[in-house]
C-alpha cells in the first residue's frame, strides 16, 4: 500500500458517487427496529408521518449514513421521488455495488478495489493421505502406471520386463480389491481396471510363449459374465492353440468367437474366417477350406485370400477353377489412387509443394507396399498355376500372361515372360530362354535392361565372353542406372584381367546402389588382383559390417591378412568362418596350413584331422598327416593315410613306396617285400624300389637277389641313357640359339624359334619319363593336383555376377554367382 497514492479532495475523481440519500442504506436495514417491524406486521401501511419520528418506533437513535454522521432513517416515509434532494444529498445516477465501491470508504476504510489490504490467500488444506479412499486412489494409479509400463516394454521388446510389469500389476490389483473390501465399499470396484489387468497379463504370457499360463488368464476373463464382449478373446485364445498345432480346438474357438460376434463387425468377421480357412489347409481339409475362402471372396476380397484359393484348387488340382480364381485374384480392387495424382500437373507452386509434401509421406509409402504385395501375390500364383492349368507351361505361361494384360496389372506382363525365360533355365533349356528374353530387346528401357543383364548373365556362366560384353553393354545403354548390367559389364573386363577398368564399373554400381553387396566383393577382388590389398581389404571390411555371417567374406578376409604378413588376423577370421560353416574341409585344412607355419603341430594336427575326417580325398591334407605320424615314429598309422593316397592316385608309385617304407620302417619286412614286388610289377624301371628289393632280399638272404641286381642294373643304365639325352637336347637347344644371334634379323628368329621349339619338345618328352631319384607316374602330377580345386581358394576369387542364378541352385561353391535370377 505504500505505492497507492490518494487523491486530493479537490481532484478526487469519484466524489459524489457515495452521495445518495440515506433511506437507500440497505446495510442497516437488519438493525433498524421500524423497518423489521414494518416487515413482519402492517405498520409498513401506515400513512407517512408529517412531524417528529415517534419516539417509541426508532427511539431517536440515529444511524449511520454515508457521510459518516448520525442521521435518523425515515423508514416509513414512503420512497422518495427519483433524483430528489433530501437533506442536501442528490441521489448518485449509477449503482454503487457493481463498480466496486461502497459506502464504507468514508468510515475510514482506504480505497482497496482489489482486496488487496487482505493478505494473501490462505495455503491449500493438504490432501489427508491417510483416509482410505485416498489409499484406493493412489494404488489404482499405480496399477495404470503399471500397466503402462508393461505396454512400453513390450513396445521395445524387453518381453520379459514386460511380463514382470504385468505381474506386478495384478498383485497390486488384488491388493486394492482386498483394500475396498475391507473399507466395505466394493460396489466401487473399478471392473475395467480388473479387465486392463488380466488382459495385459495375458497378452504377455502370450508373447513370451507361456501358452498354458496365457491359456489361464484367458479363461478367467471369458468365464466372467460382468465382462462385457469378452467373447472376442477367444480368438487369442484360438491363435495360441494354432501356435501350438492344436489346429481342431484352434478351429472351435475361432467359430465360438464368430458366433458371438455381431454382423455390424464384418471386417472382423472375415479376419476370423480367413483364419479357419488357414487352419483348415494346415489340416489338408481343402474343401473346407475353399468353402471359407470363396465366401470371403464373394463378402470382401482380399489379395491374401484370393491367393490362397489358388493353393488349395492347385492341391486338389481343379485346373478350371485355378483359372477363375487367377481371375478373381488380378480383379481384386487395391483401393489406392493412380501414381499421376503425384506428378505436378500445373505450375501453381502451393499445389506443387503439396504434392512434393505428399509423395513420400507414410500413405503414400503404405499404397506402396500393398502394390508390391499384390504383384508378389499374382506373380507366384502365376509361376505356381502355369504348368498345370495347361498342356505344357509355356501355353499356361501365355494365357497368364493374356490375363495379366487385361487386368490393371498391365505391367506384370513382361515380368512374366521373363519369369518364363528363367522356367527354361531350371528346366536346363538354355535355348528356349535365350530365345524367350531376346524378344525383350524391342521393348521399353526398363524390360530391355533386365532381360539384357540375364542374358549377359547366362552367356558369362557359359564363357562366352564376347556375346556377354554385348549384352551388358546393351543393359547398360537401356538402363544406365542398372547395377546389374554394370556387374556384368565389369566381369567381362575382369576376365579379360582389365582389373582397373573393371574397378571403375563396379565403383559406378555402388554410386547407383550403395547396398549393392555383389559390386562391393568385386571390387575387393579387383584390388587383391592389382596387389592393392590394403583397399582391399577395406572393400572386405565394409562388406562384412553388411553381411555379417558371409563365410565368402571372412574367408576373403583371411586371405588378404595372409598376405599381408599377419597370420594370427587370418587364424581369427577363419576361426570365424569356422562359427558359421563349422563342417568345411578345406578351410579346416588351410587352418592346420597357417598353425603349422606358426610351429604348434598340436593344433595343426587337431584341424588336419578334422579335415581329414569331412573330406578325406584332400591329397595335401593326407600328405601332411602321414609324414606326422612317421615324424613322431608312429609308421603304423601312416599307412592308412598313404593307402587312401593311393587308392586315389593309383598311378602315382610315390605312395606305394611310402607305404612300403613304413612297413619296414615298423619291422614288417615280409609285408614291405610283398609290397616292394607288387610295385616293381606295376612299375619295372623304376629304380627306388629295385634298390629296395635288393637290400631286403640280401637282408633276409633271398635267391632273388641276383635276378633285381641285374633288373637294377639295366634300369641305371636306362637313366643315363635318359639323363644323356635331356642334357644333349639342352645343349642343341643352347646351340640354336647362338646361331640364330649370328644371321640376319629375320632368318635368325626362324632358326631361333626352330630350334628352340625342337630343344623344347626334346626337354619336355625327356622331362616326362621318369627319373631315378623320381617315381614313375603315368600322369603328369600338375593335371592330378588340377581336379584337388580349394572351392574357398581360386573359386572365391571369381568375380559376382550382377544377374541372378535360379533359386533352386543354392550350393555354397555357387554363392558367389549372386540370388535368385530375377528381373531388375
Not at 190 to 206: E, G, I, P
Not at 538 to 560: G, P, T, W
Not at 782 to 799: C, F, H, N, T, W
Amino acid at each position: 500500500m505504500e505505492n497507492v497514492h490518494l487523491a486530493v479532495e479537490e481532484d478526487d475523481l469519484y466524489l459524489g458517487y457515495n452521495d445518495y440519500n440515506p433511506t437507500f442504506d440497505s446495510e442497516e436495514l437488519e438493525n433498524d427496529v421500524g423497518f423489521q417491524q414494518a416487515v413482519r406486521t402492517s405498520h409498513g401501511r401506515r400513512p407517512p408521518m408529517t412531524a417528529k419520528f415517534p419516539g417509541t418506533a426508532i427511539g431517536g437513535r440515529p444511524l449511520v449514513s454515508s457521510f459518516g454522521s448520525r442521521v435518523p432513517m425515515a423508514s416509513s416515509m414512503g420512497r422518495p421521488m427519483t433524483g430528489a434532494v433530501q437533506d442536501g444529498s442528490a441521489r448518485p445516477m449509477t449503482a454503487v455495488r457493481a463498480a466496486g465501491y461502497s459506502s464504507s470508504l468514508m468510515r475510514g476504510s482506504t480505497f482497496d478495489p482489489l482486496g488487496q489490504s487482505k493478505g494473501p490467500a490462505p495455503p491449500l488444506e493438504a490432501k489427508n493421505e491417510d483416509t482410505a479412499e485416498e489409499k484406493i486412489k493412489i494404488l489404482e494409479k499405480k496399477v495404470n502406471d503399471l500397466i503402462e509400463e508393461s505396454c512400453m516394454a513390450q513396445s521395445i521388446g524387453a518381453l520379459q520386463l514386460a511380463l514382470e510389469k504385468a505381474k506386478e500389476a495384478g498383485r497390486k490389483e488384488r491388493a486394492l480389491i482386498r483394500q475396498r473390501e475391507a473399507s466395505g465399499n466394493t460396489e466401487h470396484i473399478n471392473l475395467d481396471l480388473t479387465y486392463s489387468v488380466l488382459l495385459n497379463l495375458a497378452n504377455q504370457y502370450a508373447n513370451n510363449e507361456m501358452y498354458p499360463e496365457a491359456l489361464n488368464s484367458y479363461h478367467v476373463i471369458v468365464k466372467n459374465k460382468m465382462f462385457t464382449n469378452a467373447g472376442r478373446l477367444k480368438v487369442n485364445m484360438a491363435n495360441i492353440y494354432f501356435k501350438q498345432k492344436n489346429y481342431p480346438k484352434a478351429i472351435k474357438f475361432y467359430r465360438m468367437a464368430l458366433d458371438q460376434i455381431s454382423n455390424t463387425h464384418k471386417e472382423l468377421r472375415i479376419k476370423i474366417m480367413q483364419n479357419i480357412g488357414v487352419v483348415f489347409v494346415r489340416l489338408g481339409q481343402y474343401s473346407d477350406a475353399i468353402t471359407s475362402f470363396e465366401h470371403i471372396m464373394a463378402e470382401s476380397p482380399n489379395i491374401k485370400t484370393g491367393f490362397n484359393l489358388i493353393l488349395c484348387y492347385y492341391a486338389i488340382g481343379d485346373r478350371e477353377r485355378m483359372k477363375k480364381a487367377f481371375q478373381k485374384l488380378i480383379s481384386v480392387p487395391l483401393g489406392i489412387d493412380d501414381e499421376d495424382k503425384y506428378i505436378p500437373a500445373s505450375d501453381d507452386p502451393s499445389s506443387n509443394m503439396v504434392i512434393e509434401a505428399i509423395k513420400n509421406d507414410k500413405l503414400h509409402q503404405m499404397e506402396r507396399d500393398l502394390k508390391v504385395l499384390a504383384e508378389k501375390y499374382i506373380m507366384t500364383a502365376a509361376k505356381l498355376i502355369a504348368p498345370a492349368i495347361e498342356t505344357s507351361f509355356a501355353s499356361g505361361f501365355d494365357w497368364c500372361v493374356d490375363m495379366v494384360k487385361c487386368s490393371q496389372y498391365v505391367e506384370l506382363a513382361n515380368d512374366l515372360e521373363i519369369n518364363k525365360a528363367i522356367t527354361y533355365l531350371r528346366q536346363k533349356d538354355f535355348n528356349q530362354a535365350v530365345e524367350t528374353l531376346k524378344t525383350f530387346e524391342k521393348k521399353d528401357s526398363r524390360v530391355k535392361s533386365a532381360a539384357a543383364t540375364n542374358l549377359s548373365f547366362l552367356y558369362f556362366l557359359e564363357k562366352d565372353y564376347d556375346q556377354a560384353d554385348r549384352y551388358a553393354d546393351l543393359a547398360m545403354n537401356a538402363d544406365r542406372y542398372n547395377p546389374a548390367a554394370l556387374i556384368n559389364k565389369g566381369n567381362t573386363v575382369f576376365v579379360k584381367k582389365d582389373y582397373e577398368k573393371a574397378a571403375e564399373f563396379y565403383k559406378e554400381a555402388l554410386r547407383n546402389d550403395s547396398s549393392c553387396t555383389e559390386a562391393l566383393y568385386n571390387l575387393g577382388l579387383s584390388y587383391k588382383r592389382m596387389n592393392r590389398l590394403e583397399e582391399g581389404l577395406d572393400c572386405f571390411l565394409k562388406l562384412h559390417s553388411i553381411l555379417r555371417n558371409s563365410a565368402e567374406v571372412m574367408y576373403q578376409l583371411a586371405h588378404l591378412y595372409e598376405q599381408l604378413g599377419d597370420p594370427q588376423q587370418a587364424i581369427e577370421w577363419l576361426m570365424q568362418v569356422i562359427g558359421v560353416t563349422p563342417t568345411d574341409p578345406h578351410v579346416l585344412a588351410k587352418l592346420g596350413k597357417l598353425h603349422d607355419d606358426e610351429g604348434d603341430k598340436s593344433q595343426a594336427f587337431q584341424y588336419y584331422s578334422e579335415s581329414f575326417r569331412y573330406f578325406p580325398s584332400n591329397i595335401d591334407v593326407i600328405e601332411w598327416l602321414g609324414a606326422y605320424y612317421i615324424e613322431t615314429q608312429f609308421c603304423e598309422k601312416a599307412i592308412q593315410y598313404f593307402e587312401r593316397a593311393t587308392l586315389i592316385q593309383p598311378n602315382f608309385v610315390k605312395w606305394q613306396l611310402i607305404v612300403a617304407s613304413c612297413y619296414r620302417r615298423s619291422g614288417n619286412y615280409q609285408k614291405a617285400l610283398e609290397t616292394y614286388k607288387e610295385i616293381h610289377r606295376r612299375f619295372p624301371e623304376n629304380v627306388e624300389c629295385l634298390r629296395f628289393l635288393v637290400r631286403l632280399s640280401t637282408d633276409m638272404g633271398l635267391k632273388e637277389v641276383q635276378e633285381y641286381a641285374t633288373k637294377l642294373k639295366k634300369a641305371e643304365k636306362m637313366k643315363e641313357i635318359r639323363e644323356q639325352r635331356v642334357k644333349s637336347g639342352r645343349e642343341n637347344s643352347a646351340r640354336g640359339r647362338r646361331e640364330g644371334s649370328t644371321g640376319s634379323a629375320d632368318s635368325g628368329r626362324s632358326g631361333r624359334s626352330s630350334s628352340s621349339s625342337k630343344g623344347e619338345r626334346l626337354s619336355a618328352k625327356m622331362r616326362s619319363l621318369p627319373g631315378s631319384n623320381e617315381p614313375y607316374e603315368a600322369s603328369n602330377p600338375k593335371e592330378l593336383d588340377a581336379s584337388y580345386v580349394d572351392p574357398l581358394g581360386p573359386q572365391m576369387d571369381r568375380p559376382k555376377t550382377g544377374a541372378k542364378k535360379p533359386a533352386d541352385d543354392d550350393d555354397f561353391a555357387d554363392e558367389d554367382l549372386g540370388d535368385d535370377l530375377l528381373p531388375e
